[in-house]
Every structure is written in C-alpha cells, then in structure tokens.
C-alpha cells in the first residue's frame, strides 16, 4: 500500500537533536508511533510509581518534539499501542483538542 503511493518506511534515529528532527519532520509525509516501552510518567506529569515499567526518556523527549512538529505542519500521524498511548498523554495536557481537529481537517482533503 505505501508502494502504491511512492512512500518510503524509514526508521528514524533515536535522538533529541532538534536539527536532526526538524529533517525528518520537513521530508516526512507522515509519523507512524509505535509499541516498545512504558510512557514515562514525566510526559503526563506525574511520579514513577513501583508498578511502572522500563521508560525510555530519549524517545519520549523525541516522539514530543516530533507530534508537535508534526501538527504544527499539518502531517499525519498515527499510534499504534504505545504510540496511541503516548499521544494520548502527551496531548491530553497540551491541547488534544486542536490535535484532534487538525487531524479531522486534513483527513478531510
């Protein structure tokens, strides 16, 4: 299917280098989150409680600037797992609401 639209997969590097990011982010048709680690509890504002699993900060940290970047440019964006989970969280204190209308916005053209 993304052939058949002359899309390439690629897999980002994991970093927080903003110059890096903002490559990807003007190259890039759209962002695919997916599974892997625990959100950490620092994205949403809270503790790590004892029942919480292993975090990766670099990839909240980047996965963070590269949703927003994403939105800001009207790209597409879709969460699978914890992808789902962590734009959840990210946007539920970050205004969800225009995400979701953006998101509306573009599906529509």
């Not at 002359?6 to 994991?14: E, R, S």
């Not at 809270?46 to 600037?65: H, I, N, P, T, V």
């Not at 009207?74 to 539920?92: P, T, Y």
Request: proline share 3%; net charge negative; hydrophobic share 40%.
């Amino acid at each position: 299917m993304l052939e058949a639209e002359d899309a390439i997969p690629m897999m980002l590097p994991l970093t927080a280098k903003e110059k890096e990011l903002d490559y990807f982010l003007e190259i890039c048709g759209g962002f695919l989150m997916t599974g892997g680690q625990d959100v950490s509890p620092s994205v949403y504002h809270a503790k790590k409680e004892a029942w919480c699993g292993s975090c990766c900060e670099l990839r909240d940290e980047m996965e963070q600037y590269i949703l927003k970047g994403a939105v800001d440019r009207d790209k597409f964006v879709l969460g699978i797992c914890r992808g789902i989970q962590f734009m959840s969280l990210s946007w539920a204190f970050n205004g969800i609401r225009n995400f979701l209308m953006r998101q509306m916005k573009t599906a529509e053209r």
